[in-house]
């Protein structure tokens, strides 16, 4: 099993649609995220969760609506997308937050979802 | 808010020559710096990290250096082999948690045979 595991790998919905991604590591991290990639710009972090807790929204659309049953698993439901919603949706763990007396822990990423809204 | 800037937007290198990307940061504040390499359709690799107490670090052919007063770092790939051809991210980010961490706009490092 690889750390960090993404799945669809590709996605193509309506812009009605109702889809969910699916994220799962196997490294037995306690915080996982959300990043959002497009081209030309930097990674976007949009969800972060810590002991499945959540963290930080930073001002994500309602349209994206995560959920974190476990400290293994997290989801992302999209709902009622629009087409500039279309990117790479990557998933990612580390040990811990990390915080202000302690060194942040590295980030592991998976493969991403390749999401299209049409 | 930290604001990263990487350069250049893409490089071609000779297999064999080093390879330098540099980036610059805002914040005097943040303390940890990695860089992230990412292949075509997978996910971006933590390659090489430093922190705001060391000036070098180096991992084999690749090494990362830090100028605190001057705010940059940079990175650094000596003997490049096609493998090397990637995306590389660089970020920064200040001492409350990885969700204060930055990236930049990324790298296309392209390794001509």
């Known amino acids: 099993e690889t750390g960090v595991t993404q799945t669809p790998r590709h996605l193509v919905m309506g812009m009605t649609n109702k889809k969910s991604l699916k994220c799962e590591q196997h490294l037995g991290h306690n915080a996982m995220y959300w990043y959002k990639q497009s081209a030309k710009k930097p990674l976007e972090l949009m969800f972060v969760?810590?002991?499945?807790?959540?963290?930080e929204n930073n001002s994500v659309p309602s349209r994206f609506s995560p959920e974190c049953p476990n400290s293994s698993h997290l989801f992302l439901h999209l709902h009622t997308l629009q087409p500039e919603d279309s990117a790479l949706y990557l998933c990612?763990?580390?040990?811990?937050?990390?915080?202000?007396?302690?060194?942040?822990?590295?980030?592991?990423f998976g493969n991403g979802t390749r999401l299209t809204v049409t | 808010g930290e604001n990263v800037e990487q350069h250049p937007s893409t490089l071609s290198v000779q297999e064999g020559d080093s390879a330098v990307i540099k980036c610059t940061y805002s914040?005097?504040?943040?303390?940890?710096f990695p860089w992230y390499k990412q292949e075509l359709g997978k996910g971006p690799q933590l390659i090489i990290d430093i922190r705001s107490n060391v000036g070098e670090k180096k991992d084999q052919r690749i090494a990362v250096t830090l100028n605190k007063t001057a705010k940059h770092f940079s990175l650094h790939i000596t003997e490049t082999q096609p493998e090397d051809s990637a995306v590389y991210f660089c970020a920064a980010s200040i001492p409350f948690g990885n969700e204060k961490l930055t990236f930049g706009t990324g790298t296309r490092l392209t390794i001509i045979p």
């Open positions: 990612a763990s580390s040990q811990d937050r990390g915080g202000p007396s302690s060194y942040n822990s590295p980030l592991h």
């Open positions: 914040d005097s504040a943040s303390n940890y």
């Open positions: 969760y810590s002991l499945e807790e959540r963290v």
